[in-house]
């Protein structure tokens, strides 16, 4: 069956979106006799739009110059287009503004309210207004995934199907590569936190501004999706007790160390409770894992804990997640049949 | 809805599954519109049978004498039953012979040949005549689950559906938590391999007769399943190149930890071979877990490897896996409508 999406991001994750369904598209047909047709590829200034199809591979082949490809059409705006389009799927992959949201938050009610199911890499809008997409989608009998807006690739959302039969009582999670990294650093060399977190930029896992990463604000919305999802709680990550790492100094860790403990930057729901701070573990803990990795432990009632762990981040990751959300929505609404 | 079905083998698994379904009972009629029947249980020298519903609190409350209970048939048995009683969802519990896989695989088999949808904890069929069991299954139109017959409540089969944008290539794994309890102490105290296996019987980790956990066939044939299942391949536990811990030496342990490896008793499936053999591995490698906890690592091609880490034994967590599959089939059956 056809079915036409359009992809609102073409950047690290949306490029490489765009390379696995280029990729994958006899496996889509041959395995799930879908085709996925992608008929509008949005960025800030502009938009790639075919009604019949855009070709992916010549927007692969021209990489950075897809302005100029004939069907490039300047300053078109997904907002004003999802409504326009014929679009049975809409991935969003911005950049999140983390205050508002923005303009991703838009983006989804302009698709919901189209009745357009959702895929998002984006986190902001589900960290910021988790409950009125929610509700939105129910009311436009909309489905909406977001499996990549939590440690990637990793099935941290969709995991709860396969658990239905136990009860998720609790989440510690290690949800941050860079701020993981930096305490995997300071206690593998014993460096200080600014000589750490240099590294860590110079070798690509940390921004330019790192504010984000170890302050926790990122981990602590990724923990707000998480506990929403697989707790039924409505959190937001205003609700989220933040500390971040940039105190943890090297004696701290010395002193753990001596007790068989390490420090990690770990979230945890529990109790009603949401938090993301700088914790000692025991050493032989599963949670002690070096590195970018990306963790999360399920306190389950009958089967005491259940962990996942994999890359947190990557293009080809979060890009494989949106496909799996894209094949389950598929399956969902028998475009498979 | 209601669902009839039949539990064969009142062991531990089916014990602990009569308890979640008796305590569960609110919680699938809320949430899924589901009202499991247990219109039988079968044990070796006969059955517990009313048609119109076993009290399973009934059953709970006399414990070891269910025998007693007015209800008991004695020398009723499963293989004649299975057709002339009214089942939806057959469960297989019982202990296997390794060797036959009997009598789980034909119970299983009379089920599927009579439309029966099958659930099973006993991985004997399936290490054995996987492949003549799905194919029996596509014929009859029938469900067939097998979740706790590998790392018991690990979601390491159904993840499967949570990763269908990805491509598993291969697996390393621990699926044995015997063998990965004696290794531990082992490595962590020093102790020769008998020493290590008396601590573990002691502790009710072993069974008496060790010698499938450590010999390497348990976690062969738990193997076998995954990669079946995961892979798509059609192995039986023939095919597995098995090599058992017995002749772990401290001195071969304290070799490779000075050198920063750890032996571990991994079951491995790559390049259309399967092994389980003790192996180094780097100290800091997430497979390198400690005590009685299994751990799965699928290597995927967009998303390097992807980590499910449990318990891998006990009563409620098979059988909050068991009920994971109930759940499953019940959905996809529509019963949940």
Same mark, same amino acid.
């Given at each position: 069956?056809?079915? &036409?999406?359009?992809?609102?991001?073409?950047?690290?994750?949306?490029?490489?979106?765009? #390379?696995?369904?280029?990729?994958?598209?006899?496996?889509?047909? #041959?395995?799930? &006799?879908?085709?996925?047709?992608?008929?509008?590829?949005?960025?800030?200034?502009?938009?790639?739009?075919?009604?019949?199809?855009?070709?992916?591979?010549?927007? =692969?082949?021209?990489? $950075?110059? *897809?302005?100029?490809?004939?069907?490039?059409?300047?300053?078109?705006? +997904?907002?004003?287009?999802?409504?326009?389009?014929?679009?049975?799927?809409?991935?969003?992959?911005?950049?999140?503004?983390?205050?508002?949201?923005?303009?991703?938050?838009?983006?989804?009610?302009?698709?919901?309210?189209?009745?357009?199911?959702?895929?998002?890499?984006?986190?902001?809008?589900?960290?910021?207004?988790?409950?009125?997409?929610? /509700? =939105?989608?129910?009311? &436009? &009998?909309?489905?909406?995934?977001?499996?990549?807006?939590? +440690?990637?690739?990793?099935?941290?959302?969709?995991?709860?199907?396969?658990?239905?039969?136990?009860?998720?009582?609790?989440?510690?999670?290690?949800? /941050?590569?860079?701020?993981?990294?930096?305490?995997?650093?300071?206690? +593998?060399? $014993?460096?200080?936190?600014?000589?750490?977190?240099?590294?860590?930029?110079?070798?690509?896992?940390?921004?330019?501004?790192?504010?984000?990463?170890?302050?926790?604000?990122?981990?602590?919305?990724?923990?707000?999706?998480?506990?929403?999802?697989?707790?039924?709680?409505?959190?937001?990550?205003?609700?989220?007790?933040?500390?971040?790492?940039?105190?943890?100094?090297?004696?701290?860790?010395?002193? +753990?160390?001596?007790?068989?403990?390490?420090?990690? %930057?770990?979230?945890?729901?529990?109790?009603?409770?949401?938090?993301?701070?700088?914790?000692?573990?025991?050493? %032989?803990?599963?949670?002690?894992?070096?590195?970018?990795?990306?963790?999360?432990?399920?306190?389950?009632?009958?089967?005491?804990?259940?962990?996942?762990?994999?890359?947190?981040?990557?293009? *080809?990751?979060?890009?494989?997640?949106?496909?799996?959300?894209?094949?389950?929505?598929?399956?969902?609404?028998?475009?498979?049949?």
């Amino acid at each position: 069956m056809n079915i &036409n999406i359009c992809l609102i991001g073409k950047g690290i994750v949306g490029t490489s979106l765009i #390379q696995l369904l280029y990729q994958k598209k006899k496996f889509f047909e #041959q395995k799930f &006799n879908l085709n996925f047709i992608v008929n509008s590829i949005f960025e800030i200034d502009g938009a790639l739009i075919n009604e019949k199809g855009i070709n992916l591979k010549e927007v =692969l082949d021209v990489g $950075g110059d *897809f302005r100029n490809l004939p069907y490039w059409r300047k300053d078109a705006k +997904a907002i004003d287009l999802i409504s326009k389009l014929d679009i049975s799927i809409c991935i969003e992959a911005t950049p999140t503004n983390p205050k508002s949201g923005e303009p991703g938050l838009s983006h989804i009610i302009e698709a919901l309210n189209n009745g357009i199911d959702v895929i998002s890499s984006n986190k902001g809008p589900f960290y910021l207004e988790y409950n009125r997409i929610k /509700n =939105l989608a129910k009311q &436009n &009998n909309c489905y909406v995934k977001f499996e990549a807006t939590v +440690a990637s690739c990793v099935p941290s959302l969709g995991i709860k199907e396969e658990l239905s039969g136990n009860e998720i009582i609790g989440i510690k999670a290690i949800l /941050n590569g860079t701020s993981n990294f930096i305490l995997s650093r300071m206690t +593998a060399e $014993g460096v200080d936190f600014p000589l750490a977190l240099k590294e860590a930029q110079e070798l690509g896992y940390a921004e330019s501004d790192p504010t984000l990463d170890i302050d926790g604000y990122d981990a602590a919305g990724k923990l707000v999706i998480l506990a929403n999802e697989l707790l039924g709680w409505l959190k937001t990550i205003a609700d989220v007790k933040v500390e971040g790492i940039s105190k943890v100094t090297p004696h701290a860790i010395e002193l +753990a160390k001596l007790d068989g403990y390490v420090i990690k %930057h770990l979230a945890i729901a529990e109790n009603g409770e949401l938090l993301v701070e700088p914790r000692l573990i025991d050493k %032989h803990s599963p949670l002690n894992i070096s590195g970018t990795l990306n963790i999360v432990e399920l306190e389950t009632k009958y089967a005491g804990p259940i962990i996942l762990m994999g890359r947190g981040a990557g293009g *080809f990751e979060a890009a494989s997640a949106i496909i799996n959300d894209l094949i389950s929505i598929s399956i969902k609404r028998g475009y498979t049949a």
